[in-house]
């Protein structure tokens, strides 16, 4: 029998890096209640060892060392054989290393953040060299988010913010040139939302990286050129992750519907993938990678061989059935999504519909089990359940995502009521018994669900978005966030757009029992939103319980709170469906 505290307890790895003889894969795991990393370390017919207790795993030029993390502060090197030595300690924090040649580069504050902060204020990382002679800035003038080296230990490619916060910063990005030696040249503004830059040669050097989709800031993701421009316009799918590669043609990680392809960014397919691939690394002439599957839970896989087993006890358990859905909404558009259904026992049953969050995400066909509202967990509990993927979820291009921009729980809305009468049609749920849940912007869409009908007779909010204002003002995505409510309330007395699609305004025609669950340290959508939405309810007399779990940002991470959670939810579900 699947427990909460088996769910708690699983190891899931979390990255991968091939090293650039191309013979060894070092990777990260951690408990999914657990934020401490280990770093491991295979070959393809070499079984797994530990190598250290850790994060973000880099090979040096050698193959035969690499640097990783301790706590977020401390840089440590560590060869093959197990010698572990201190590079560096540096009590602000380390953002990010890069080994070469006979030096580590990484990004650091000056300082540790102050107690007392004032806002505005600049405190940038910057890059640093760490060679013998000692640490050295090399590039200091703007907020260094990330680097990437030009293959065969040229210079570097540097991505900077305006601020070392998400808001302003992320709006004002540049990139930059910067050798070894300290030479800068500025390449200019880069998009809004750049990341992960990558050397590519199109006769000379250029960079890559991915950013979002002009004109509004929910429209998906393509990869730029500083040169081309945007290189995958018209892609009816989605890059999610660019991965540098020694000759100068990188790989595009592309989400396609329900499944994953690797490509070469000049168009040539690598491999593809049924269900989710993701922490893609090249090295010599072998790929790693973390793949799941509606039947395999993840794991990693190296020149095509898995080459963990992270949940041996998942073969003894009897899960769910998990199927793909394909579905035309009321005005033609192509939709997809996933049923599973409990292990035994015919339909109709009760129908609990889980909306991921993003609301630029989505459902592949991968393994159902986390943490947060999870698809197997309550399938085990007796319940159908969909796990739909409506517009403004990635995967289908871009048009499909910005759809949503200025207006959340709209067409998306529709969509997932297309997708559940179909089911009740179907003959698999049973319309007196439908649940709805999710968390973050799922949460805002359960919140959004129950203020529209009365067809749900109990709800699950996980640290929803109620107000989109409220959220612009502290929300740590700011006016990111404006981009999906439509409008910030410093735009004049009104009305405005972001009143009219918070679930807030909707408060006084809740029907549903809701249970409603949020982490009290949450920086992402602030405890307040649900707070807000708490007071509202029990203004009105609605039937609800509000759940705070104190320490806990906007996932929750405590083994004693995901237990909890998982425990809360399930009840929830059993008692009112």
Do not use: K
């Not at 067809?455 to 502290?474: N, P």
């Amino acid at each position: 029998m699947l427990t909460a505290e088996m769910i708690a307890d699983a190891w899931t790895p979390t990255s991968t890096a091939v090293s650039p003889d191309g013979r060894w894969v070092a990777y990260t795991r951690r408990q999914i209640a657990r934020r401490d990393t280990e770093v491991w370390v295979a070959g393809v017919d070499t079984p797994p060892r530990r190598l250290a207790v850790g994060s973000d795993p880099r090979w040096e030029p050698d193959s035969q060392s690499l640097c990783y993390l301790v706590d977020g502060v401390s840089l440590h090197r560590i060869t093959l054989s197990g010698t572990d030595s201190t590079l560096v300690t540096w009590p602000a924090g380390i953002d990010g290393h890069l080994p070469v040649a006979d030096a580590v580069l990484f990004i650091a504050a000056d300082s540790p953040a102050p107690e007392i902060e004032v806002r505005g204020v600049p405190r940038p990382s910057r890059l640093r060299l760490l060679d013998s002679s000692g640490i050295r800035v090399l590039y200091g003038d703007r907020h260094v988010a990330e680097i990437t080296q030009q293959p065969g230990g040229g210079p570097l490619a540097v991505l900077t913010w305006s601020s070392h916060e998400i808001d302003p910063g992320l709006l004002s990005p540049q990139l930059h040139v910067v050798s070894l030696s300290g030479e800068v040249r500025d390449l200019g503004p880069a998009v809004v939302g750049a990341h992960s830059p990558v050397w590519r040669r199109v006769g000379d050097w250029r960079v890559a990286y991915l950013a979002l989709t002009p004109p509004s800031l929910q429209s998906g993701v393509a990869v730029y050129d500083m040169v081309d421009g945007n290189l995958t316009e018209g892609m009816p799918a989605c890059p999610v992750e660019l991965v540098p590669m020694g000759d100068g043609d990188p790989l595009v990680v592309v989400a396609e519907g329900l499944d994953t392809v690797v490509r070469r960014l000049s168009g040539a397919e690598v491999s593809q993938h049924v269900g989710l691939a993701r922490a893609v690394s090249f090295g010599g002439r072998s790929m790693a990678l973390i793949v799941s599957t509606a039947d395999d839970q993840p794991n990693v896989h190296f020149d095509g061989v898995r080459v963990t087993d992270l949940r041996p006890w998942s073969r003894d358990v009897e899960w769910g059935t998990q199927s793909r859905l394909s579905y035309q909404a009321s005005d033609g558009v192509e939709l997809d999504g996933l049923l599973i259904l409990p292990p035994s026992g015919e339909g109709p049953f009760p129908l609990v519909t889980i909306v991921h969050g993003g609301p630029y995400d989505r459902y592949a066909d991968q393994f159902a089990l986390n943490w947060a509202p999870s698809g197997q967990w309550f399938a085990l509990a007796g319940h159908a359940v969909f796990l739909p993927n409506p517009r403004g979820s990635l995967g289908r291009g871009h048009d499909f995502a910005t759809s949503v921009s200025g207006a959340v729980g709209q067409e998306e809305w529709t969509d997932i009521l297309t997708g559940i009468d179909l089911l009740i049609a179907d003959g698999v749920a049973d319309p007196a018994r439908l649940g709805i849940c999710g968390w973050s912007h799922g949460g805002f869409m359960t919140a959004w669900a129950i203020g529209h009908t009365d067809r749900f007779a109990a709800a699950v909010m996980g640290a929803g978005v109620t107000d989109w204002g409220g959220l612009v003002g502290s929300g740590e995505w700011g006016v990111f966030e404006a981009s999906l409510g439509g409008s910030t309330g410093w735009e004049g007395v009104g009305p405005h757009r972001h009143d009219e699609l918070s679930p807030i305004s909707y408060a006084a025609n809740v029907r549903t029992p809701v249970l409603i669950l949020h982490g009290a340290d949450d920086t992402n959508v602030p405890l307040a939103q649900s707070e807000y939405f708490h007071r509202a309810l029990r203004h009105y007399g609605a039937e609800h319980e509000f759940v705070i779990y104190p320490g806990e940002g906007h996932s929750i991470q405590g083994r004693g709170h995901q237990i909890d959670l998982l425990q809360r939810m399930r009840a929830w579900f059993e008692h009112w469906l």
